[in-house]
């Protein structure tokens, strides 16, 4: 963003402000300066002419010119311009004076012509030609002023009264500015720094507002283009009629004209677009201005995308393209001086489409600058002002209709409350009160004070302003952070509340490290598709970022096993076998919903021995009874665990060894092989994930951690086998077989057998030991016995035979 001297004296008095001074304050308040500079002592001893007559000489392109300086005599020069012209207001350099490229200026003979001085080019002020067009290059430069040119004739500082004599800083705005692409927004942060009152220059004027006379212009768009429209509004502005022929030739004074060039927008040959650059610099808002006479009633926003042109926002009248926006308007929709009426479209847009609208386009323009980037949709207030202000500047404004909203997303004014307290603590400092209201004085920022308690209505046209932290930052940035007392730190220490859910997430990364997992940390970051393919817990609309480096790293994940899976083939592609991992992280989305989770892998053999040729491969029971063990980190009792078959269309997962791991009922986790044949593809061996949702176990357990006593007294145990069939569920029976049954303590699954004949029968006797004992007093046989029958009635209430 460029921000120019002779622009801010429009608004703040800057008298006795030097540039230097200028360049510390936007440092200071965030707005690195990339550069700076100033054409004030680039030429010396230019004035105006005024070309009266202009003849060929023969046999060359050079034109030999008599120009009016505004003596007795006028001067001959000799001029090498296809533009130059009879009646043109031009800078012209006399014998004596200097020029930017350090010439200095002498009578001279040219082709038998006596040429006294030069008629000058932009190039020759010292312009940079990257900012003109080609035509411009070639050319000399021709002076339009407000008041009568002619009046100007042999001034010698013409520079000054046409802005030529400016300075100007090239700012690096960080990503949380965005809404300092408008002028103003930098100009209410130099006047505050500076402590200067901002000049209301609208006040010169009244808008008169004609509604009865003016057939509003609608805007439509399709339902595919309604998510990518935040504002959208027209309104008609109706032009003073205009008799004289010469000023039918609409063309921006040179002030403004070279204030375009010094912002690094070239200017054109139509007076709008060039009015429409400087209003989006100045307020951030892009317009479009298009001649109502050529329009229908309806204007449509259309994607017109194809093979080549992923995004392609246009605006159409009927069938016809009126922009591409980011582009130029058709000239045959342009405003001319033949207009009556002049259409003014303001639109607000997806910054994250229209970024992908500049990379398809490849072009970037002042209005494509600003709809890529995040602005307020408020910003249309400030650029009616602006426009009205213009027009009438430029003796065009009749009269305007009202603005007619066809959407506005509503921006509801952001209110942050904050306490003294809590500010000097963050700073470390001891500001007052007054000291903070200060500090906002010119920022339209509204500070509510009630005692120590500080309200903020924040400035409408900041989009970076969200919580506490961000007032602090700012309170920070405008106190100067150069200016904040260097005090030698004070170590106090705090006794701080320990959480238990940190507790015992911290347990779990120990019990894993314990059981030989390694403890990993994978990029957050997956390709978008890959993201909402492995969303196993349905937790929807992933976090993208705005300008992701590639489309592999786009989104935030919303699950931590694919992550683990991309590991565990990068080992194997390395010789890296028999994997255990696991990690610990958050996961995020859209709609500020965060979740801890913790997910381990096993692949190939989870332990071995080559000295003994021994080697413990993983099934779906060994990864399970890990997983059981870190359940018993939280007290949950694996009778209340129940898995049941997933439901996930992910063929990357075992179509059959696979569940959903319920806690009362809620879905906690998974644990799931992988498929082979998705093995096979990454070459990994058998290879199981697990993945859990802490949050939502943290929710359902019961935190109430209860110290047990150990009994003293002998414990006593019974074992037995039992018959179940295939589709019996396990934790069922024995919550039927032990319900009112006394003194058990511990319950442990000894073996589960299947022979032949079991298996023809769909049967496996399952082997249950129950562990008896009491804290009160030793218990007997008689005891142990009364309960064991009841266990044993149970069973048989059951027709579970017993072995």
């Given amino acids: 963003m460029i921000i120019t001297r002779n622009w801010l004296e429009n608004f703040i008095d800057l008298v006795g402000v030097k540039d230097n001074e200028i360049t510390v304050a936007l440092n200071s308040l965030g707005f690195e300066v990339d550069s700076y500079k100033t054409f004030k002592d680039l030429n010396q001893r230019l004035m105006l002419g005024h070309i009266g007559n202009v003849s060929k000489i023969d046999g060359t392109h050079l034109n030999f010119c008599f120009v009016d300086k505004g003596e007795d005599l006028v001067s001959p020069i000799v001029c090498g311009a296809d533009n130059v012209a009879e009646g043109q207001y031009v800078v012209l350099a006399e014998p004596g004076s200097k020029i930017s490229t350090g010439l200095e200026l002498q009578t001279k003979e040219i082709k038998g012509k006596t040429s006294e001085g030069m008629i000058c080019s932009l190039i020759e002020l010292g312009v940079d030609p990257k900012n003109l067009t080609e035509k411009e290059i070639q050319s000399i430069y021709e002076v339009h002023t407000k008041k009568d040119t002619y009046s100007y004739i042999g001034n010698k500082k013409i520079l000054d009264i046409i802005g030529f004599n400016d300075s100007l800083w090239e700012v690096d705005l960080t990503l949380n500015r965005s809404d300092c692409l408008a002028a103003f927004q930098l100009l209410k942060e130099l006047a505050n720094y500076f402590d200067k009152e901002i000049i209301d220059i609208s006040q010169s004027f009244e808008a008169k507002v004609d509604n009865k006379n003016n057939d509003q212009i609608k805007i439509s768009w399709e339902k595919d283009v309604d998510e990518h429209i935040n504002f959208a509004g027209s309104q008609i502005f109706n032009i003073k009629e205009i008799y004289s022929l010469v000023e039918n030739k609409l063309k921006v004074y040179s002030e403004h004209d070279l204030w375009l060039k010094f912002n690094g927008v070239k200017t054109t040959d139509n007076f709008w677009l ?71 479209v303001y639109l607000s847009l997806n910054p994250i489409l229209m970024r992908k609208q500049q990379k398809v386009l490849n072009i970037s323009s002042v209005s494509l600058q600003r709809w890529m980037k995040p602005i307020s949709t408020e910003l249309y207030q400030l650029a009616e002002k602006r426009i009205t202000y213009w027009m009438n500047y430029y003796n065009l404004y009749d009269s305007s209709s009202s603005i007619e909203m066809f959407k506005q997303l509503k921006q509801s004014t952001k209110t942050i409350e904050i306490s003294l307290e809590f500010i000097n603590d963050y700073l470390g400092m001891s500001l007052s009160v007054k000291n903070i209201k200060n500090l906002f004085r010119t920022l339209d920022f509204e500070i509510e004070i009630k005692d120590n308690l500080l309200t903020f209505n924040i400035d409408k046209f900041r989009t970076d302003i969200q919580n506490k932290a961000d007032i602090v930052e700012e309170i920070a940035r405008l106190y100067g952070y150069n200016n904040i007392p260097s005090v030698a730190p004070s170590i106090v220490t705090h006794s701080k509340e320990k959480k238990l859910s940190q507790n015992l997430k911290k347990m779990v990364e120990n019990h894993l490290i314990g059981l030989g997992f390694n403890n990993t940390k994978t990029y957050s970051l997956m390709n978008h598709k890959e993201v909402l393919h492995w969303d196993l817990f349905n937790v929807n609309n992933p976090v993208k970022l705005l300008s992701p480096l590639s489309q592999l790293r786009e989104a935030y994940r919303l699950s931590l096993s694919k992550s683990l899976i991309e590991v565990a083939s990068l080992n194997y592609s390395r010789n890296n076998k028999n994997l255990k991992l696991f990690e610990c992280a958050d996961i995020y989305n859209y709609d500020n919903k965060r979740e801890s989770h913790v997910a381990f892998l096993i692949s190939s053999d989870s332990f071995s021995q080559k000295a003994h040729n021994y080697k413990v491969e993983p099934d779906f029971f060994f990864v399970k009874g890990i997983m059981e063990s870190v359940l018993s980190i939280y007290q949950i009792s694996l009778l209340d665990i129940e898995l049941k078959a997933m439901n996930s269309k992910i063929n990357e997962i075992h179509p059959y060894l696979n569940a959903e791991v319920m806690y009362k009922d809620s879905l906690i986790g998974f644990i799931f092989k992988l498929n082979p044949k998705y093995e096979k593809t990454l070459k990994l061996d058998n290879t199981f994930l697990v993945e859990l949702n802490l949050n939502a176990i943290e929710e359902l357990y019961n935190q109430k951690i209860r110290l047990k006593e150990i009994s003293k007294y002998q414990k006593t145990s019974r074992d037995l086998t039992i018959l179940l069939d295939d589709k019996d569920r396990y934790s069922d029976i024995i919550k039927k077989i032990t319900h009112d049954v006394n003194f058990i303590t511990k319950i ?56």
């Fill in 748 to 803: 442990d699954l000894v073996d589960i057998y299947q022979d032949e004949l079991l298996k023809k029968n769909n049967k496996k006797a399952v082997s249950v030991s129950f562990e008896f004992n009491d804290l009160e007093r030793q218990l007997n046989d008689e005891d142990v016995m009364a309960e064991w029958q009841k266990l044993q009635d149970k069973l048989l209430e059951l027709n579970i035979e017993v072995k």
């Fill in 274 to 344: 060039d009015l429409s650059n400087i209003i989006a610099i100045e307020t951030g808002q892009p317009i479009l201005f298009l001649d109502e006479k050529v329009l229908n009633k309806e204007l449509k926003i259309k994607n017109e995308t194809s093979d080549d042109k992923t995004t392609n926002l246009q605006l159409l009248n009927g069938d016809e393209i009126i922009s591409t926006l980011g582009m130029s308007i058709e000239k045959d929709y342009l405003p001319n001086g033949d207009s009556k009426k002049v259409v003014v």
